[in-house]
């Protein structure tokens, strides 16, 4: 905080809408200005929305594919490793070298998923760095109608094309019920 | 994902397009924070009276579990039943049979989810929470059913004094990976569709200390669509993940018998029959908790009619696999030729000492449930619940008939023996319902039972191309009550 004004920084805008088709079109006029540092916060994801949000596909997919695989090889390194190298196990008639595999399938199953899940949770607190206690949004009280009815939109002042008037005309025209500013929380 | 961005002021949506309506999984036009206050109201609310009814005796029961278990380490695996030939008593009965009953929450979330079933978000949550407290249930179990409790980490694969390794190629060591991934990963599953109504319920929260625990487990979660992108990709896998998972966990335990030569179990139906038999437990379960909950609750209008009539269909289609099942196992005994395959089924139902259960086990699981071929009967409640009543004494029976019966009637007769529990296995069987009812029942009193955010996302004006949402706000205004 530089100190010259007695009021905080705006962390930024943020906007009620009254419906889901309301947020879903403001969103694509939001995104065609060029916003970049924005989000839509809303009570349920939206279908269509990443769409009129310009946002790709997630890449979590690609961090649980290799959580998966790490998953299914230390499986097959484990059961080999003890199994044929370390202690063989001659019992129920059954080989231990090579041919055994098929023995192995359902632990190289079973782990395959389990670090899959494990990447899934891990991945998404990654991505979406949580947790977070504390956030500026949380002191506005419009903003946390997104966990009941609301459908909330907001704008960072961060994003380089963000101005006090003009995004808040902006909001207003694309249909924002309330339009309310952030303090950053310093 | 294209053909959901179009405007549809041209085109008909469809929900409102011509032919056979689908029945709402809303009724009465609810809105959005209606459900939020309905469901949060729950846990924000004093109890009826009725919980404490239920709650009190079931931390009585838990509390002779744990007596039980006590006695039972102190003393030593003796105090129960079990003998030879029948070293598989009652443990393990009461494992595979509270297993199959932790089938069906995985199962509506992943498998109903990949399927596009919306009715689901009515009954995944408390479903997941039933699955979990049954795992913990089953786990109790094999745990203490290997007699020396403390020696339980040797089914780990870690290096010990003795570089003794566990034998990878024995059916009981995939069961403690199956079943071990299993409630690890359906933890997992139930706590991410957690995170956003945990948000919902920190956000009402009046007091402190729930503020800071809700807000706690809610990991600062802030609904925007950066976020429920990753999240909705996250669920999707994660489903994709449960999917062969949970039809794995029922076909491994299905392995601890399948696998060996004993008569009466060395068959390659037991898979699918095991999977199909936990499905159909896990349903009836669900309804036997679900049917309560929903008229104490006053949950009606988001566990409709329609909800219980589709899993009574699940109920009927899987029990009636069940029955294929069983038909088979006769038809392959006499088919095969094999004189100890025909004789294990000949002592099983027609001369042995357990014919009864096989009777009583053929009635509540195939012949009960045909009711619900009726549309009438699928929708009348006491009539369902009298059904899943049976479905759930029906599957235990099943497991106690094979179990039982098969280990009482080896290859020799010198070898016969019979099984009766002692005191001890039925004062835990008890303590395990005890346990199991506490748990849900805390369950209710602290977390949403209904997936708030799920259900929100079937509303009709959920969908952003829903031409109509100024209608329906207009019509809901001052019935919301």
Redesign the interface.
Same mark, same amino acid.
């Given at each position: 905080m530089k100190g010259t004004t007695n009021s905080k920084p705006a962390y930024g805008y943020v906007a009620e809408f009254e419906?889901?088709?309301a947020?879903?079109?403001a969103?694509e006029k939001v995104r065609d200005a060029g916003f970049k540092r924005w989000?839509?916060?809303?009570?349920?994801?939206?279908?269509?929305?990443?769409?009129?949000?310009g946002?790709k596909?997630?890449w979590?997919?690609a961090l649980?594919l290799a959580g998966?695989a790490t998953g299914g090889l230390t499986a097959l390194f484990?059961?080999f490793f003890?199994?044929v190298t370390?202690?063989p196990?001659v019992?129920?008639g059954?080989p231990t070298d090579f041919s055994?595999l098929p023995?192995?399938f359902?632990?190289i199953?079973? =782990?395959t998923? !389990?670090i899959?899940?494990?990447a899934?949770?891990g991945?998404? *607190?990654v991505?979406?760095m =949580?947790?977070? !206690?504390?956030?500026p949004?949380f002191n506005s009280k419009t903003f *946390?109608k997104?966990?009941?009815?609301g459908f909330i939109m907001?704008i960072e002042a961060r994003d380089p094309k963000f101005s006090r008037e003009k995004t808040k005309e902006l909001l207003e025209s694309v249909g924002a019920k309330v339009v309310e500013l952030v303090e950053e929380e310093v | 994902m294209a053909k959901g961005t179009t405007d549809s002021n041209q085109t008909v949506h469809p929900s409102e397009a011509p032919g056979v309506k689908r029945e709402s999984l809303i009724l009465n036009n609810r809105s959005m924070s209606w459900i939020t206050d309905r469901i949060c109201g729950i846990v924000e609310n004093r109890q009826p009276f009725i919980w404490w009814v239920l709650f009190v005796p079931a931390v009585l029961l838990a509390a002779c579990l744990g007596y039980t278990l006590v006695y039972l380490v102190s003393t030593g695996v003796g105090v129960w039943g079990n003998n030879q030939p029948v070293a598989w008593g009652w443990a393990i009965v009461n494992f595979v049979f509270w297993i199959g009953i932790g089938h069906a929450g995985t199962l509506i979330s992943a498998i109903l989810f990949l399927t596009r079933q919306k009715w689901r978000t009515s009954v995944n949550r408390a479903a997941e929470a039933m699955t979990l407290f049954a795992v913990v249930c089953a786990g109790i179990y094999p745990g203490f059913h290997v007699g020396r409790f403390w020696m339980v980490w040797f089914l780990a694969p870690v290096p010990n004094s003795n570089e003794i390794w566990q034998n990878f190629k024995s059916p009981l060591l995939w069961d403690v990976f199956a079943v071990s991934t299993y409630f690890t990963v359906s933890v997992i599953f139930w706590y991410i569709g957690l995170i956003p109504d945990l948000a919902t319920l920190r956000d009402r929260a009046t007091s402190k200390v729930r503020k800071f625990l809700y807000g706690l487990f809610a990991l600062g979660w802030r609904g925007g669509n950066r976020a429920w992108k990753h999240y909705e990709m996250g669920y999707l896998l994660l489903a994709a993940l449960s999917t062969p998972l949970v039809l794995s966990v029922h076909s491994v335990v299905s392995f601890d018998f399948a696998t060996s030569i004993v008569p009466g179990w060395h068959t390659t139906i037991f898979p699918p029959y095991f999977v199909a038999g936990a499905v159909f437990g896990g349903f009836a379960m669900v309804l036997t908790l679900m049917i309560p909950v929903r008229s104490l609750y006053g949950l009606q209008d988001m566990f409709t009619l329609k909800h219980i009539d589709n899993m009574a269909k699940i109920i009927l289609l899987t029990g009636t696999i069940v029955g294929y099942a069983y038909i088979m196992e006769l038809f392959m005994a006499y088919f095969s030729g094999s004189k100890y395959e025909g004789d294990a089924f000949y002592l099983r139902i027609v001369n042995g000492p357990y014919t009864w259960a096989y009777f009583c086990m053929f009635f509540c699981n195939v012949i009960a449930p045909q009711i619900f071929w009726f549309d009438k009967a699928r929708r009348t409640l006491w009539l369902v619940f009298i059904v899943v009543m049976f479905v759930n004494a029906g599957m235990w029976f099943e497991r106690f008939v094979i179990i039982t019966t098969t280990l009482a009637r080896d290859f020799l007769p010198g070898q016969w023996g019979y099984y009766s529990p002692t005191w001890v296995e039925w004062l835990m069987f008890a303590g395990t319902f005890g346990l199991f009812m506490s748990l849900f029942l805390l369950f209710i009193r602290f977390l949403p039972v209904i997936a708030i955010s799920e259900v929100k996302g079937v509303l009709p004006e959920s969908d952003a191309h829903y031409p109509d949402w100024q209608k329906l706000k207009k019509g809901r205004a001052g019935a919301d009550a």
């Open positions: 419906s889901a088709s947020i879903y079109h969103a989000d839509v916060h809303t009570p349920y994801p939206i279908h269509g929305m990443d769409h009129a949000m946002l596909k997630s979590l997919s649980v998966g484990l059961q003890t199994q370390l202690y196990t019992v129920q059954k055994t023995a192995f359902p632990v199953f079973e =782990l998923i !389990l899959a899940a494990f899934v949770l991945g998404l *607190l991505i979406l =949580l947790p977070r !206690l504390n956030h949004l *946390l997104f966990s009941d009815d907001s | -």
